[in-house]
């Protein structure tokens, strides 16, 4: 909460922090009510909730394949509501409404296609995890492909959206996340008994009575439901969903991966790498997706070599 204060006063026309908090209780200038309230809290909501989103969402990736790169951005899905995207921005023209549609629709179909070619007798972990990796090379591909046949404004709009960003953020962009957070969020929570048994292996858990592949599905459409909610909001960002539920295992020294200090840990993840974008680079500001890539991929790189210490890759 310290942080998403100071993010709100953050800016070009800063605001203290008892400002931002004294505003909020109605009792600040007009000037300080239109920007706290108009401009920057809507950036910061939807900050908390695209971070939320995809640290849980991250979560129950990583618990279906029971391995700590089983990300959204790691296995591709990310890359599919990207090219739902730059599809209807490149080739349909749509609006901001119809690309946020396009993400979603593009998340989905990219889960349902690599679930349906990782499923051998059911889907295990590194499987998951392969074919994911394997559907985001293609993906990649065919977004750089819809790159170079755009003209230059669409280029210039795919760009910027295609970084990953939070500027411009309005209301519009919170209320439809909020109500997407709000029904998904809970599916998965609802699921959280059943997905930790399932890590104690497929007959562990079938002798206990989970139904094991009916709760993978509805983990994995939720998450990739959740994943193509918040990257219509704000774009592909990268690693947080890779980065949340490692960094909240390790906070508070669980066993394995949970959903809702995942959430947590994602939502307070993005608004301070929001705040280092802002603030890092002086009087410059670099969108959100530039900071979670660059903080991302040397945790990537740390994770990689504790994965290959432990003998698992």
Not at 67 to 86: C, E, K, R
Not at 249 to 270: K, M
Request: glycine share 12%; charged share 10%.
């Amino acid at each position: 909460l310290a942080a998403a204060v100071v993010l709100v006063g953050t800016g070009d026309y800063a605001i203290a922090p008892a400002d931002v908090l004294r505003t909020l209780a109605g009792h600040g200038t007009a000037g300080q009510d239109f920007v706290v309230r108009q401009l920057r809290l809507p950036r910061v909501l939807v900050a908390l909730l695209v971070g939320a989103a995809l640290g849980m969402a991250g979560a129950a990736f990583q618990t279906v394949s029971r391995n700590p790169l089983g990300s959204p951005d790691v296995i591709g899905f990310g890359q599919g509501s990207a090219a739902g995207a730059l599809t209807v921005i490149v080739v349909l023209h749509g609006s901001s409404t119809e690309v946020s549609a396009g993400a979603i629709a593009g998340g989905l179909l990219t889960g349902l296609a690599v679930y349906a070619l990782a499923w051998q007798r059911g889907v295990h972990g590194y499987r998951l995890v392969l074919v994911g990796i394997g559907g985001s090379a293609i993906l990649a591909a065919v977004n750089s492909y819809l790159l170079v046949k755009a003209n230059f404004v669409d280029v210039a709009r795919a760009v910027i959206w295609i970084t990953g960003s939070l500027d411009g953020r309005g209301w519009d962009q919170v209320w439809p996340l909020l109500g997407a957070c709000a029904v998904l969020m809970p599916v998965l929570l609802a699921q959280s008994r059943a997905l930790r048994i399932t890590e104690m292996g497929d007959d562990t858990a079938r002798a206990l009575g989970v139904r094991v592949e009916r709760v993978r599905l509805t983990a994995v459409l939720t998450a990739v439901l959740l994943t193509a909610a918040a990257t219509a909001a704000a774009g592909p960002i990268a690693f947080v969903a890779l980065t949340a539920p490692q960094l909240a295992r390790r906070l508070t020294r669980t066993p394995g991966v949970s959903l809702l200090p995942s959430a947590l840990t994602g939502a307070v993840l993005l608004v301070l790498a929001d705040l280092a974008a802002q603030r890092a680079f002086g009087a410059g500001q670099v969108p959100v997706g530039v900071a979670t890539g660059v903080l991302g991929g040397g945790y990537l790189l740390w994770l990689l070599v504790e994965e290959r210490r432990a003998g698992r890759i």
